[in-house]
């Protein structure tokens, strides 16, 4: 099997000038450039994207944050509260396919480059826009972090235990969330522009893009009437045992295995009974029917528990997933970067960065063909000045000298 | 402002034939069908995509989960275990332009619809699948829902309270997650279709798809050169504080209020405690700088809850969040719902379902033009039979009543 292919180029031909920073913005955009994209980062000269130096790299380095977050992209580095930066943003604005920014509220705007004005100069542009909240609410103005968007959006609601605080998701969907549903509007505005040269205006709040991935708890309070609750490691609503995670030897934070015996399949419970020896509940009423282990669910996560006690993890989930019963191990991290299946598939790959060295990590994870998409550097700050403003806007080496000498790029 | 517009027809002409159930495969269709796209499901005669019954709904209808992930499709009813219902299956597979699927392994190819005899009829074809785990992964035959993707994914290791066990975000990641990324995918792979009229195989377990969304606890790892802990409300890495829930009156299990204070701009910092009557502390060393309120985090979190608790989460996040700091009130599904704003906005919808009657729910949140896409109902089982056998086979009104008697379709 190839790990990884050569082309990536889904998106041949395709420009997108990127104003993003931090995450929401430029993980929609690196999935553009994933899949073939040109993108131009646009960045303050002066440390460019808060991204890089917000979080932790190598000493004096871009961060690993930012490395994740902007693989193969091109950055361009220009002054745009000058007059002459502004006005070679402007320029790529005309020839570019897709604008995506995700500043402040009214940032972008007061910048010169909102809509209106970039509509005016290039009418056939996808336009695009992450904010916190959207146009029409009443916290339009409002500031939003990942965090604000899952708790203002339902997430926190529905993750924790059943008598603790609401939990804030590991996973960051207020940001990575928001920038895939953003993605697929804009491939969904350039099919069209391909076929009609129409443009269009996207926009999208981080708290509604939440709605999204929280629709089975909507699912599950037109069931009860009731707000959806949280309920630890079990599913929110319908008792079904066994389901959580089950703790495995030696006991560690993330010793855990999740257990899941569907409802639709009767079989699976007896496949379990077999794995964890005790073929001798088969067929026993308490525990026969998926009533009867709801209402038994103590003792059943006990049954199962008395089994996952002994066994590691990985032995748990190899042996319990064999016999076709849907299980999975609590991996945290260093075990997923650890083991060597995902580097073998492609889904993790090593980024070669001419700064920061060689970092592995998790890449775009859709197979194509049998492969993944390589995974190329981040942009060192400025990178591409002299190419991209070359290609796109033809300056010679003498403009882009001058340019530099006043300070604009 | 307009709640939604009448158009949706960003994938104009698409065909997609839709082979999913459940959740990480509709969630993905579901996706192209709101852009414009036609999407057909493929259900059996003999009660269709289990997501129909295995949730509840109205006694007796569909349930409240099959209408969020199937809204604006089709469905055609065809047994594809018989081979008249097959040969229909494969005429149909001739003329999609896309294929998907999120049968158990080893499903499609019994059933004679795999990559390799799809693509001998349709070379053009894009042909997706989900699984729960990769091709070459040594668990790829293995079963898996929405919570041993996160499991095994690494979303459960990094949720939770410190001292606590692993916990599942209520947000359907695995789920949903998986299938927003192959959406975009696809949309990749149509893009280039339409310029060389290329086919292109993907594949995507939702185990690899979880890493796409925990990207910041990698970068977290890479720091500290530990796996990424699990840390309640608050931030993963780099103690922060302000920062997490703090509880609001009247104390109810959702009543509170997400403040966090940017390590990037000292101003919040000066904002918050104005708003919060503490403009006595401005200034004050113990907490003027971030090392200095993250080494007082335990002081600094009583100075906001003791201000929290006097407010309800709603007036708190509006006086915060008006003076420029980042809050979050914790909203559950049933506030969500009953925000007027979400229904004004078109982000919430009335779906006008035949059996159903009305059901609001959340819908595609991204804003197009200003405007949300429309709603259209999910289909009944086999409801588009004769439109789509019709339209797609050419088969007359007498074929269809002989497929249909012949127990077909």
């Known amino acids: 099997m190839s790990a990884h292919r050569a082309v990536q180029n889904y998106l041949q031909g395709v420009r997108v000038l990127d104003l993003t920073q931090f995450e929401a913005g430029p993980s929609c955009t690196e999935a553009l450039a994933w899949l073939g994209a040109e993108v131009v980062k646009v960045e303050n000269p002066n440390g460019g994207d808060p991204g890089r130096s917000s979080f932790r ?5 871009d961060s690993w944050y930012f490395l994740l977050f902007n693989a193969n992209k091109k950055s361009v580095a220009i002054d745009l509260k000058s007059p002459k930066g502004l006005a070679l943003v402007t320029d790529m604005a005309k020839r570019a396919d897709v604008f995506v920014e995700n500043f402040a509220p009214g940032a972008v705007e007061r910048l010169g480059l909102g809509y209106d004005a970039v509509r ?5 542009i996808i336009y695009a826009q992450v904010k916190g909240f959207g146009t029409g609410s009443r916290f339009e103005r409002g500031l939003a972090f990942d965090m604000i968007a899952q708790a203002s959006g339902g997430s926190m609601s529905i ?17 990575t969330g928001t920038g895939m ?7 969904g505005a350039l099919y069209r522009r391909k076929a009609t040269g129409e443009g269009e205006r ?12 929280i629709r089975v708890a ?11 609750t949280r309920n630890g490691s079990k599913l929110l609503s319908g008792k079904t045992a066994p389901s959580g995670v089950y703790p495995c030897k030696p006991g560690g934070r993330n010793d855990y295995v999740y257990v899941y015996v569907s ?31 709801a209402e038994r669910e103590e003792e059943v996560d006990a049954i199962i528990a008395n089994w996952t006690r002994q066994h590691d993890k990985h032995e748990a989930m190899r042996l319990i997933s064999a016999v076709g019963v849907p299980a999975g191990a609590v991996l945290d991290t260093m075990e997923l970067h650890n083991d060597p299946d995902f580097e073998k598939r492609g889904i993790m790959q090593v980024m070669h960065h001419p700064a920061c060295g060689d970092f592995k990590m998790p890449t775009w994870p859709v197979r194509f063909g049998g492969g993944t998409l390589p995974v190329g550097p981040a ?19 003498d403009e882009l000298a001058k340019l530099h000498q006043d300070g604009v790029i």
Do not use: C
């Not at 005016?120 to 056939?124: L, M, R, S, V, Y």
């Not at 709040?205 to 709605?211: E, K, P, R, T, V």
């Not at 942009?379 to 080496?397: F, I, K, Q, R, Y």
């Open 120 to 124: 005016a100069i290039n009418p056939g």
């Open 57 to 61: 790299g190598k000493p004096g380095q």
């Open 202 to 213: 996207l926009e999208l709040a981080m708290q509604d893009a939440m709605l999204q991935y």
């Open 263 to 293: 409802r639709a399949n009767p079989a699976h419970w007896r496949r379990l009974l077999e794995v964890i020896d005790r073929a001798d509940l088969i067929g026993d009423p308490r525990y026969d029917t998926v009533q009867a282990r």
């Open 181 to 187: 549903l953003l993605a697929i509007s804009i491939l």
């Open 379 to 397: 942009p060192l700050l400025g990178e591409h000045n002299a190419a991209v403003l070359g290609e796109w806007l033809g300056l010679s080496a």
């Open 159 to 175: 993750t924790g235990e059943p008598d603790g605080p609401p939990i804030k998701p590991g996973a960051t969907l207020g940001d």
């Open 218 to 228: 909507f699912a599950s309070m037109a069931t009860t009437g009731q707000p959806a």
